[in-house]
């Protein structure tokens, strides 16, 4: 009985992509090419499209933690005899990309510079500013 | 293990820091794809990030080595999720010689670059940790990296050229330090708990320099609640470098218009839905007289369209074999007139071989249009207006990602998504980007023009634009006809060297006493400006004085 729902689940979502993805076209400022890599996601066994759970989300940020930290605390100002100052920043500060299988079943990329903007990213809670939606356009 | 591979006559090297046998080590075979070379995995994925450097150096001059310390190794995923890398600047630097402002911190081969010398002499400048992991069972399964070089990734790949080049940009210097994380509410503020919107070590950076708000100002002048409120300030938020200033109407779309010329009953700027297929507007555009074919262009399309603009009602078949036709009996481009009233949508399908314009007006535009035509010709421009341009604000400076609804801890080190075409260093890794960061197609190149990152290609620390003397080597001893004086050779503020200035002496010279006095005031010069000293100017002096010029 699983297997069956999600073999039509599977069928649904490659059918959306058939229909929508391909037929979909991309008018200059109505819809702009996103990171979309269509792919068929994997479905639990209610025919849900799998995303990421509590514990993935906490295992990413805890691997991202130090690069996305910004906390400047044990980093040193070294004051040079020239007058010039240094600072390792040891690996912090940096900028990370992350993946995310959407609720549509397609991978998501996002590049990062903070915990915050990271979870809510893994979260599905980020919403593009501005960013125009897809149209489906008519095509006659 | 530690490798470096490097361009011959480029500056930018990727550090390979993993271990035998793993990350771009990994023996592993693979196919070659895409212009990747690679028959091993690791190759592979060292000849992409070899590429991204590349890429980059075409771009960058530095006199100092551009080190970046990158590993292929497994990172965080799931099934569902990943982390796909991470880089950044491994220091930032301030107050040094060839700082262009003081009191503010620079990103490390930033600071290299405009001081000539290595800041933290054996340390690298970037460190990029990329995952290895990507499409192994249980890591985002069914993804894979595509290590091609050609941007021609596949659905289920993300192309890791794009992710690399862009995250090495953040390296290099598309990122602030300003803070955007909620401090410790159990803790006082200070420079260990700071607020967000506060500068790092109370210094502001190199790239906050060039950030501001259209609203409230520059982020200079603000303080930390202020800069705070201004990063989620969304489509406020905007960079005002010179250089991305005058790029943006280079890089950026205009807004795509049909504007009416003649006559003046129906003159004026029309409603109109964009086409998915085809060249998009552009500007200055074409101006031409429409000429309509009431056939509804199915089969074929008058002739009469060659060199105008071809007017076709909606209906029957589709917009490509519409503007198929007319493109194959010579229009410029065309307009769809719609046949069910509404404002006009835009126009889908697709067609590669389509290489004109079209648009859809209403249909009551189309109406008036028509009945115009029965009385006399109607002119029509097809352009882009380029003071309401996709990503820019009204005074053109290029927006930066500020979204309200991430707050606390929105972005400000990217584009806004709104820019159009996608741009590299937006936080989105777009499938239609090229690996391109310069004008026309990209602003970053631009970007880092304004942080600093500026032209040299004799990297003599003379910017090109004010640089009389190409080539000049620094560094090398000074010689005279071969023979060493043993100076050092430095370069003027106009970026001539010493050694081509006595050059210019040899060459002018019309006897030998004339050449010695012509490098005696060279060296009076040099040492005027505190290049050399009295014994070096001697040392020079006395070389040019043995040397048989002329």
Known sequence: ?140 | MMTTYAFAGADIVIVNVNAPGVGFNDATPAVPIGGNTGTTRGEQALNVFTRAAQIWSQSLDSGVQIKVEASFEPRTCSTTSAVLGSAGTKSVDSDFAGAEFPGTWYHEALANKRSGVRQTPGDNDIRARFNSELGKPGCLDGTTWYFGLDDQEATGQIDLLAVVLHEIGHGLGFSTFVNKVAPDPAQPLSEDNPAIGHEFFALPDIYERYVSDDITGSWLGMTDGQRAASMVNDQHLVWVGGRVHSAVPQVLSGTPRVTVNSPAAIAGSKPIGTAGFGSPLSSPGITRDLVYDSSLGCAAVTPAVAGKIALIDRGVCTFVVKVKNAQNAGALAVIIADNAPGAPAGLGGADPTITIPSVRISQADGVAVKAQLLLGPVNVTMDTDLTHIAGANAALDAKLYAPTVIAPGSSVSHWDVSETPNQLMEPFINGDLVASVKVPKDLTESLMRDIGWYPDADTDLVPDDSDSCAGSAVGASISIVGRSTGVPDKVFPNGCSISQRIDACAADAANHGGFASCVAHVGDDAKKAGMISGAQKGAIQSVAAGAGIP
């Open chain 1, 1 to 140: 009985m699983d297997r069956n729902l999600n073999r039509n689940m599977a069928l649904i979502i490659t059918m959306f992509i058939l229909v929508f993805g391909v037929g979909t076209a991309s008018a200059q400022h109505a819809a702009k090419a996103q990171a979309d890599n269509a792919q068929l996601a994997s479905v639990d066994a209610n025919g849900k499209v799998k995303t990421p759970t509590p514990e993935e989300i906490q295992q990413i940020t805890q691997d991202t933690d130090k690069n996305l930290s910004h906390s400047t605390k044990g980093l040193v100002v070294v004051k040079r005899e020239d007058g010039s100052k240094h600072v390792d920043l040891q690996d912090r500060f940096q900028a990370v990309s992350l993946a995310r299988v959407g609720a549509d079943g397609k991978i998501a990329t996002e590049c990062v510079t903070s915990q915050e903007e990271a979870k809510k990213f893994l979260e599905g809670e980020t919403k593009p500013a501005s960013k125009p939606a897809t149209v489906e356009l008519e095509t006659k």
